[in-house]
């Protein structure tokens, strides 16, 4: 299993509360729609410079790869990408 985990910091001039709940809809409904993607949660922080956190898990390290290229995911990076400032990823095998 791989675990893919990003942070973010939201545009200060928006409301971030709502941007997250946006953000959380958008990436949590590809569980199920990309291959290989089990799991995706969205968090806000509870303190720290990022505002919130994308943790997911993928069976393999080529499914993470596919995800990062399917159509779904490239559908819902606009949402995303309206909102950041910020972003630092990491991935780990289980």
């Known amino acids: ?30 569980v199920g ?15 720290g410079h990022y505002d919130y956190v994308l943790y997911s898990e993928f069976e393999s390290m080529e499914a993470l790869e596919g995800y990062k290229t399917h159509p779904a995911h490239l559908a819902v990076k606009p949402v995303v990408h309206g909102y950041i400032t910020e972003r630092v990823s990491g991935d780990c095998e289980e």
């Open 1 to 30: 299993m791989i675990r893919h985990i990003v942070m973010y910091c939201i545009r200060e001039d928006c409301d971030k509360a709502a941007a997250i709940e946006e953000i959380r809809v958008a990436l949590e409904g590809l």
């Open 33 to 47: 729609v990309i291959p290989g993607l089990e799991a995706m949660k969205i968090r806000p922080t509870i303190g």
